[in-house]
């Protein structure tokens, strides 16, 4: 798996050059590298699995399943990211996703309405605060998830993804998240979340 560079080079307002080169440069990049990691276990350990030179399957503990729920946490942990940080780098101008915000005033009654909501969503979420396309349903939704691979729905592609584990805003902001989250809609690229709005809502089962 390739690390992606950051799509912006502006500064942040509020996020600093010191804490992104912390979150994306080495955390982000430390996922990618332990999915590679665990990848390649998998690998070697599944052939041994079809050769009939080892087991794994024990829900207690095994190394199968260890490698298992480690790739789910590290894969997600790299998806994630990528999409949290390429929604970053805008000016925070809604009008550049006209698609995009008539979608969420359709469904949440105004713009400035469903930031509210979702910045609330972001103060009660441990890990992470999402707006995503459900395929299954056909329209936005709204989803919280404490861990990378716990709260996310199947069938979902994230639009907006916002971080809110410590280590997003901790340097810059303390423990006061909620500024940290004013300054991600002055921050977010609108027309980027236009654009996975326009790809993602082609997609419905």
Same mark, same amino acid.
């Given at each position: 798996?390739?690390?992606?560079?950051?799509?912006?080079? @502006? %500064?942040?307002?509020?996020?600093?050059?010191?804490?992104?080169?912390?979150?994306?440069?080495?955390?982000? +990049?430390?996922?990618?590298?332990?999915?590679?990691?665990?990848?390649?276990?998998?690998?070697?350990?599944? $052939? %041994?699995?079809?050769?009939?030179? /080892?087991?794994?399957?024990?829900?207690?503990?095994?190394?199968?399943?260890?490698? =298992?729920?480690?790739? *789910?946490?590290?894969?997600?942990?790299?998806?994630?990211?990528?999409?949290?940080? &390429?929604?970053?780098?805008?000016?925070?101008?809604?009008?550049?996703?006209?698609?995009?915000?008539?979608?969420? *005033?359709?469904?949440?009654?105004?713009?400035?309405?469903?930031? @509210?909501?979702?910045?609330?969503?972001?103060?009660?979420?441990?890990?992470?605060?999402? +707006?995503?396309?459900?395929?299954?349903?056909?329209?936005? @939704? $709204?989803?919280?998830?404490?861990?990378?691979? $716990?709260?996310? +729905?199947?069938?979902?592609?994230?639009?907006?993804?916002?971080? +809110?584990?410590?280590?997003?805003?901790?340097? &810059?902001?303390?423990? &006061?998240?909620? @500024?940290?989250?004013?300054?991600?809609? =002055?921050?977010?690229?609108?027309?980027? /979340?236009? /654009?996975?709005?326009?790809?993602?809502?082609?997609? $419905?089962?």
């Amino acid at each position: 798996m390739d690390v992606r560079p950051l799509k912006f080079t @502006k %500064e942040l307002v509020g996020i600093s050059k010191k804490t992104l080169e912390i979150h994306h440069d080495k955390l982000y +990049v430390g996922y990618v590298k332990k999915n590679d990691e665990i990848r390649e276990k998998l690998k070697q350990l599944s $052939q %041994e699995i079809i050769a009939d030179k /080892a087991s794994g399957g024990n829900q207690t503990y095994s190394e199968l399943r260890a490698l =298992k729920q480690g790739e *789910t946490f590290a894969v997600n942990g790299v998806y994630l990211h990528e999409w949290y940080f &390429d929604v970053l780098g805008g000016d925070g101008d809604w009008k550049k996703a006209p698609e995009l915000s008539a979608a969420i *005033t359709e469904k949440w009654g105004s713009v400035e309405g469903f930031m @509210k909501y979702f910045s609330e969503c972001g103060m009660a979420a441990r890990g992470w605060s999402l +707006v995503v396309w459900d395929t299954k349903v056909g329209r936005l @939704k $709204q989803y919280n998830g404490d861990a990378h691979n $716990q709260g996310g +729905v199947w069938g979902c592609l994230p639009i907006i993804v916002l971080d +809110v584990y410590e280590h997003a805003y901790f340097i &810059d902001y303390g423990s &006061d998240r909620k @500024k940290y989250i004013e300054d991600f809609w =002055k921050n977010l690229n609108w027309a980027e /979340a236009e /654009a996975l709005y326009l790809k993602a809502r082609e997609v $419905q089962f």
